[in-house]
């Protein structure tokens, strides 16, 4: 009885913090394989879609202050995280100016979950393989140049096969602000998109 007694008690704690535990590691994808990111351009000229580094994304805070982040970097494969880039904030919550700005460097990798999906036939990926494009969601730890931390997520829709629930574009806090609105991608507007792939 007393040998049951435990494991009945036991057996469900330990799965618990089995299933905890797991919720607070990266993924096992990211674990295994080093992944890039990047906040992308995208131009269409004469019907061919090119995508290269260097763009930018928005989301916006509650009172609708913006955020405006460019940047890339690597995460996943055993090693730490590289990579950051450049913010800019502008509304109520950007500071006693109503506008701030700098540089953040990426701290750490809280998870990034594969999502399916791949770009069309035509691509022109000036960053990687078009091949190792890959959908998914990274959540970033960040530290703002001005001190302050918080996390970027960053979230890849690919237009082949990715879920409608994926989101295409960036979300941020920083300290006590939550950038949670993220600004959609509007065809012809070279913004509020995203990319990752994986390293060879």
Known sequence: MKRSFRFVILFPLALIVLLASGNMTPGAASASSTFGWDIIHLSVVNGVTTISAGGSA????????SIQITGSGTFGGGVP???????????????????????????????????????????????SNPADARGGLAVLRVKYSDGSEGTLTVSCHLPVGSPSGVFEGITATKAFVDFHDRVPPVPGVDANRTNFHVVP
């Open 58 to 65: 928005f989301a916006l805070a509650n009172d609708l202050t």
């Open 81 to 127: 995280p590289t990579g950051g880039g450049t913010w800019a904030a502008a509304g109520p919550s950007a500071g006693p100016l109503g506008t701030a700005s700098g540089t953040f460097t990426v701290t750490g990798l809280v998870r990034f979950d594969l999502a399916p999906g791949s770009l069309p036939p035509g691509v022109i990926d000036n960053i």
